[in-house]
């Protein structure tokens, strides 16, 4: 189970941190991305982190958003900074047994097994 919060409404140029808690999945070679859908858009990558720690993000979000994890908490965070309208979107946290030394593409969606159900991110 994943379970997302931290969204919220936010003005141009505001943080925000969304967190991701998994719950029931004990793979020790995973990877959990943060992937945001738009009203009238196919759900997109935003940033991904594996099991060994190394990150992912999309161009669209380089140097405004951080991916983290702990891992004694089974939790991931991401950390948006500098937020423009364009980020507005409902973020999604999902995860999968596959990393990229098993040929996961990180920000394809359709890599990815189990989803949490969304938070909304608004920048206005």
């Known amino acids: 189970q994943l379970v997302e919060s931290g969204g919220g409404s936010v003005q141009t140029g505001g943080s925000l941190t969304l967190s991701c808690a998994l719950s029931g999945y004990t793979s020790k070679t995973y990877c959990m991305g943060w992937f945001r859908q738009a009203p009238g858009r196919g759900r997109e990558g935003v940033a991904a982190i594996e099991s060994d720690g190394t990150t992912s993000l999309a161009d669209s979000v380089k140097g405004r958003f951080t991916i983290s994890q702990d891992k004694a908490k089974n939790t991931v965070h991401l950390q948006m900074n500098s937020l423009k309208p364009e980020d507005t979107a409902m973020y999604y946290c999902?995860?999968?047994?596959?990393?990229?030394?098993?040929?996961?593409?990180?920000?394809?969606?359709?890599?990815?097994?189990?989803w949490g159900q969304g938070t909304q991110v608004t920048v206005s």
């Open positions: 999902a995860t999968t047994g596959k990393t990229r030394q098993y040929g996961l593409v990180v920000l394809a969606p359709d890599q990815y097994n189990y």
